[in-house]
């Protein structure tokens, strides 16, 4: 085997300038490397950064600071050997099947034989055979889904790179699409030699990859490294999976410790600063019932409950972090665990409920008890919304500003803590009459 | 059923910039009449072939029109595949480009079209050909705009994914120009070419017959056709060219735009499968026949192999250094000032020198007057039409018959009816400051009733069943749940039908009858005055006054209407 990795990050780091002069950062200390023959996973949630660092792979964005090496030679614009499958399909609706396989052949000014040689071998093999005239709207979510593969595999690539391949699909159709894919990849009959796969579905992860680094937010950096040596084809149901499957949960909810943990952590409410994350209040009250209800008892497993509900943990963790940072509830090792208030919130009739939230929300939301806090001190017990996102910008970026205070209001509205007019995008404590 | 978005692509009421591009426009307008003062002399030398009111010449005469409208439909297309695309992919170059875009929008080029056929004619002295060029670009003029805004925003709203999946594939821009942008802002572009045809007819009507102080230029074609008949106070021919214009529309419907409609509908990025795939007895006959078939398998034959062709640069766009980069920023702000400054200069020395206040005023009280009638019209087609397009939206029946006969009203030159008005006017003695006023919505109502008709029959049936449901009858169900679930379209085709009314304006208020004048007082018939009076001042200041009004009354009242429909009544 070569030396040399396929694929080779160093200490990558990505930030987006903001209108104000300052910088997001989303990507920091980003290590990685591709050796031939491995699937490595990026694993996490949305924001983590995953997306980013796979288009920095694929040359269509370029680092802050770092280095990305592809057969050791810096990255720079989409290289030939790195093809990319999107996670909605991005197949050109105008054509067909066989056109879209053919078009990165096109585009490299492949003799027409030859173009028409290989584009039938890539539909062939990835069983698309009989569909080469048909046009991506008339085909199904999963055979769009192949034609990405085939397009991708038609420019025998060395490096394949899936950003969420299957999460826009069923969940049958993406079991089929995975076998397939993972029987093709066993036989040696793609002309890849590894693959970079980014995905938010844990079990997902552990199912295909031979390396899976688990990301976290804020900025998005590698938490952890997770090895994976089940010999292939891997049972879902086999205790040592389940095993992998609980010890990521634990790594993804694991406090962060260490200098990034005060700076980085999500919810740190420690101040008006720290960006919401809008999750109804349904939600919320939905899950603190489902813990608080048998089998759980108060004390909820993630993969188990997340599996019960059938949520992802796309969905999951937010609401679960935000129970946390409401201190309904506590999250640790994997598990969710209600507090004394979560329980009794769990329990209560709507206005003991109401109740409870108010006096969490105000206590532990900062932002919350802060416009509160206004209204009731000004004499109109009113204030434009501006005057709160121009405070929050002092920290975030507009978007999220906006964000948090969608969030506020939801759950002010929820709590009856105050009032909010979007037409005149005013904060009041009056009732609507 | 698509709507016509204007507003989709800027979101603020007004900027400096828009500021900028008025002073560009009206500076280029008012330096166009300048220079084209010093040619007036050659025209009055230039005779043409008279024209017949006999019908069978009405086949040539149509031809011909259609031939124009042709002509201008193809500089339309390649003035949207460049401008936009410019536009688009230059930053520093849109900022001023798409606001100009929208104030040339609001120039009523109806009564610059006398000013264009000196210009033109000077190009091509003592030829048809100049009034050709002329009565061209006027079409052009009424088409070319709300193309080129539809292409410039598909190109604007590109899914990342697509142009992910281009870039990563390695096309060169050359292909990803025509394998990816052109085809994903196909439809839209499509949808506004239709409606520019539908403006076209109208221009190319008034186009063809032009006076300018002493001189006619007619050419042939079924708008000189009618001036003709006009002044020879002809019903039967006039007639004639009516029916002769029905035809033409209708065949250019089905023959054109019905199959391009069905053929672009493969262009759709949304793939959930539409509701109803539209139908063309003209594609599927195209589409079965071989020679067609050949055809277009060479077009695309010869697409790729022009991306072949194109060089390719192989080396990644490196960033340019950026010193170069900020003297080019110099440059570019160096250009617009000097175009500004330009722009001003005419403003002030041509226009504003000499015209005495006094005239100014007056000039104002005018728009004011047309203005009013805008609005008057509006509010009246609105209560007659809303009702009616309600009524019919909400039977689907009724919306299938009805639907294409509105599109077909409204790409009906309205002016061939204007004739047939005046007759009556001047008949019965009726007075002109009213009377007149109708003709400028004849044509455009038909914009409001369209759109309502839409709106109407997208109202969810659930919402429909919830509200019978409920009780919700009479005027409750008018004013909770028709009313508002039709808003945002009906602000569409309000918007279309005031811009339209302005333009009309025109040759709405100035109305001939054989040798009978009739006048409303307006703007409209201030510049029509001033276009046979050849008083290029006068012209100038009637236009630049009316572009600012209309500018004004979009960015003050339809724009923030527009938004505040979309916002708050969008059905999604």
């Known amino acids: 085997m070569n030396d040399c990795p396929l694929l080779q990050c160093t200490d990558v780091r990505k930030a987006f300038p903001k209108p104000d002069g300052a910088e997001l950062l989303v990507l920091e200390g980003m290590n990685l490397e591709l050796r031939e023959g491995q699937i490595v996973g990026l694993l996490g949630r949305s924001g983590s950064g995953k997306s980013t660092l796979l288009r920095l792979i694929a040359g269509l964005a370029e680092p802050s600071a770092g280095d990305v090496r592809y057969l050791g030679k810096p990255i720079a614009g989409p290289a030939p050997g790195i093809a990319m499958v999107f996670q909605s399909f991005a197949l050109f609706p105008w054509l067909t099947v066989f056109e879209n396989v053919a078009l990165g052949l096109e585009a490299q000014r492949m003799p027409r034989a030859e173009i028409r040689k290989r584009s039938l071998a890539a539909i062939d093999l990835i069983g698309l055979d009989g569909f080469e005239s048909a046009y991506p709207r008339e085909l199904s979510g999963g055979m769009r889904q192949r034609v990405g593969f085939a397009r991708a595999l038609v420019v025998h690539p060395n490096i394949l790179l899936m950003d969420e391949p299957f999460s826009a699909l069923d969940v049958l159709t993406a079991e089929t699409l995975r076998t397939d894919f993972l029987d093709l990849w066993a036989e040696g009959r793609m002309p890849i030699k590894g693959v970079i796969l980014v995905t938010h579905n844990i079990e997902e992860a552990v199912l295909m990859c031979d390396r899976v680094l688990v990301f976290g937010s804020n900025p998005g950096r590698i938490l952890s490294e997770i090895k994976v040596s089940l010999p292939q084809p891997r049972n879902r149901l086999d205790p040592s999976f389940r095993e992998l499957v609980e010890r990521i949960y634990v790594e993804m909810t694991a406090r962060p410790t260490g200098p990034a943990a005060g700076r980085h952590e999500r919810f740190p409410g420690s101040g008006i600063g720290s960006e919401l994350p809008h999750v109804s209040s349904n939600l919320l009250a939905g899950l603190m019932e489902a813990v608080a209800a048998p089998p759980f008892n108060g004390k909820a497993d993630l993969p188990e409950i997340g599996s019960n509900l059938q949520m992802e943990i796309d969905e999951l963790f937010p609401v679960a972090e935000t129970l946390q940072m409401l201190r309904f509830a506590e999250l640790e090792g994997g598990d969710l665990k209600l507090t004394e208030d979560g329980l009794a919130f769990a329990h209560a009739s709507l206005d003991e409920r109401k109740r409870i939230f108010l006096r969490h929300l105000l206590n532990y939301v900062p932002l919350a008890a802060h416009i509160r806090r206004v209204l009731d001190e000004r004499a109109s017990h009113s204030a434009r919304k501006s005057r709160f996102v121009d405070e929050l910008e002092d920290f975030m970026s507009e978007e999220a500003a906006e964000k948090s205070l969608r969030a506020a209001v939801s759950w002010g509205r929820y709590a009856e803590a105050f009032a909010y007019d979007d037409e005149n995008a005013m904060f009041s404590l009056e009732n609507p009459t | 059923m698509k709507r016509f978005e204007p507003y989709a692509f800027l979101s603020d009421y007004a900027s400096r910039w828009d500021v900028l591009a008025f002073i560009v426009v009206i500076g280029l307008i008012v330096f166009l009449g300048e220079t084209s003062r010093g040619l007036f002399a050659p025209l009055t030398q230039l005779e043409l072939t008279p024209l017949s009111l006999d019908p069978k010449h009405l086949p040539e005469y149509a031809a011909r029109t259609t031939f124009r409208m042709l002509a201008a439909l193809t500089l339309s297309l390649a003035f949207t595949l460049t401008y936009a695309t410019w536009a688009a992919k230059s930053e520093r170059a849109g900022r001023l480009l798409v606001p100009i875009l929208d104030i040339l929008q609001s120039v009523p080029i109806l009564g610059f079209i006398s000013v264009t056929v000196v210009f033109f004619m000077s190009l091509a002295p003592g030829r048809v050909l100049g009034a050709e060029f002329a009565a061209i670009f006027a079409i052009f003029t009424s088409q070319a705009w709300n193309m080129a805004f539809s292409f410039y925003q598909s190109l604007r709203t590109i899914p990342t994914e697509l142009s992910e999946a281009a870039e990563s594939f390695r096309l060169s821009p050359w292909m990803r120009f025509w394998q990816l942008e052109v085809p994903f802002g196909m439809p839209a572009l499509i949808w506004n070419m239709m409606m520019s045809m539908s403006g076209g007819w109208f221009f190319v009507v008034a186009s063809e017959s032009i006076s300018v102080g002493h001189t006619t230029v007619a050419l042939p074609g079924v708008g000189s056709y009618i001036a003709l008949a006009i002044a020879q106070k002809?019903?039967?021919?006039?007639?004639?060219?009516?029916?002769?214009?029905?035809?033409?529309?209708?065949?250019?419907?089905?023959?054109?735009?019905?199959?391009?409609?069905?053929?672009?509908?493969?262009?759709?990025?949304?793939?959930?499968?539409?509701?109803?795939?539209?139908?063309?007895?003209?594609?599927?006959?195209?589409?079965?026949?071989?020679?067609?078939?050949?055809?277009?398998?060479?077009?695309?034959?010869?697409?790729?192999?022009?991306?072949?062709?194109?060089?390719?640069?192989?080396?990644?766009?490196?960033?340019?250094?950026?010193?170069?980069?900020?003297?080019?920023?110099?440059?570019?702000?160096?250009?617009?000032?000097?175009?500004?400054?330009?722009?001003?200069?005419?403003?002030?020395?041509?226009?504003?020198?000499?015209?005495?206040?006094?005239?100014?005023?007056?000039?104002?009280?005018?728009?004011?007057?047309?203005?009013?009638?805008?609005?008057?019209?509006?509010?009246?087609?609105?209560?007659?039409?809303?009702?009616?397009?309600?009524?019919?939206?909400?039977?689907?029946?009724?919306?299938?018959?009805?639907?294409?006969?509105?599109?077909?009203?409204?790409?009906?030159?309205?002016?061939?009816?204007?004739?047939?008005?005046?007759?009556?006017?001047?008949?019965?003695?009726?007075?002109?400051?009213?009377?007149?006023?109708?003709?400028?919505?004849?044509?455009?109502?038909?914009?409001?009733?369209?759109?309502?008709?839409?709106?109407?029959?997208?109202?969810?049936?659930?919402?429909?069943?919830?509200?019978?449901?409920?009780?919700?009858?009479?005027?409750?169900?008018?004013?909770?749940?028709?009313?508002?679930?039709?808003?945002?379209?009906?602000?569409?085709?309000?918007?279309?039908?005031?811009?339209?009314?302005?333009?009309?304006?025109?040759?709405?208020?100035?109305?001939?009858?054989?040798?009978?004048?009739?006048?409303?007082?307006?703007?409209?018939?201030?510049?029509?005055?001033?276009?046979?009076?050849?008083?290029?001042?006068?012209?100038?200041?009637?236009?630049?006054?009316?572009?600012?009004?209309?500018?004004?009354?979009?960015?003050?009242?339809?724009?923030?209407?527009?938004?505040?429909?979309?916002?708050?009544?969008?059905?999604?």
């Open chain 2, 234 to 572: 002809n019903l039967v021919a006039i007639s004639w060219a009516i029916a002769t214009m029905l035809i033409v529309i209708l065949l250019y419907d089905q023959l054109l735009f019905r199959p391009l409609v069905a053929w672009v509908d493969r262009f759709r990025v949304e793939s959930e499968p539409g509701m109803r795939v539209p139908e063309s007895w003209a594609l599927t006959m195209m589409r079965r026949s071989r020679l067609i078939q050949a055809a277009t398998v060479a077009f695309h034959a010869g697409v790729l192999w022009t991306s072949r062709a194109v060089q390719r640069s192989d080396a990644p766009e490196s960033d340019a250094s950026a010193a170069p980069k900020r003297s080019l920023d110099l440059l570019w702000v160096l250009l617009i000032i000097g175009a500004v400054v330009l722009g001003l200069w005419h403003i002030v020395l041509v226009l504003i020198k000499n015209t005495p206040l006094r005239e100014a005023l007056q000039v104002c009280g005018l728009a004011t007057l047309t203005m009013l009638r805008v609005f008057i019209l509006i509010a009246l087609a609105s209560v007659i039409w809303v009702p009616i397009g309600v009524w019919v939206g909400m039977r689907p029946r009724a919306a299938q018959l009805v639907q294409p006969v509105a599109q077909f009203m409204a790409a009906f030159p309205a002016n061939l009816l204007f004739p047939i008005a005046v007759y009556g006017i001047v008949r019965w003695k009726l007075n002109p400051d009213v009377w007149l006023s109708p003709l400028m919505i004849l044509g455009t109502q038909w914009y409001i009733l369209f759109n309502v008709i839409a709106g109407a029959s997208s109202i969810p049936a659930e919402m429909r069943y919830a509200a019978a449901n409920f009780g919700v009858n009479g005027w409750l169900w008018w004013r909770k749940v028709a009313l508002p679930a039709i808003l945002p379209f009906y602000v569409t085709g309000a918007i279309t039908a005031s811009g339209g009314s302005w333009n009309a304006a025109i040759v709405a208020e100035l109305a001939t009858w054989g040798d009978t004048q009739i006048q409303a007082r307006g703007l409209g018939s201030y510049i029509a005055e001033a276009t046979t009076a050849g008083d290029f001042h006068r012209i100038v200041l009637g236009i630049g006054t009316m572009s600012l009004f209309v500018v004004i009354i979009n960015r003050l009242f339809w724009r923030p209407l527009y938004y505040h429909a979309e916002r708050k009544y969008r059905l999604t």
